[in-house]
């Protein structure tokens, strides 16, 4: 059972040094309420990930009629500060826009 356990542990170990490769990604989701306006969603949607009118129109879409959308998918770190700056701006705004990020 010794030798076992050794080859356990190795492979353990290589599972370590493909996820420090290859960082986890995040989605940031934005969500649906009652307040947010669809022009103030797509405005976000360009501002801050990027996206041209018709990206952002079809996510805007999404939210509006799913209750959720991806607006993009980044390492964890970008994908968290996306999510705070958009919350941050929608508060100033007056809009209750909520997002939240999750691994892909």
């Known amino acids: ?5 050794v080859g356990a542990r190795r492979d353990e170990e290589s599972d370590v040094l493909t996820r ?3 960082p986890k990604l995040y989605k940031v989701i934005l969500l649906n309420d009652n307040y947010t306006t669809m022009e103030f969603v797509i405005y976000v ?3 801050y ?3 041209n009118e018709h990206e952002a129109r079809k996510i805007m879409l999404d939210v509006h009629n799913n209750g959720s959308g991806v607006a993009g ?3 964890r770190e970008v994908a968290e500060t996306k ?3 958009v919350m941050a ?5 007056g809009f209750p826009l909520a997002c939240k990020t999750e691994p892909e």
């Open 73 to 75: 998918v980044y390492p």
């Open 83 to 85: 999510s705070k700056q």
């Open 49 to 51: 990930f990027q996206k």
């Open 1 to 5: 059972s010794g030798a076992m356990s």
């Open 20 to 22: 420090a490769k290859k």
């Open 89 to 93: 701006h929608a508060e100033q705004e």
């Open 45 to 47: 949607l360009q501002k």
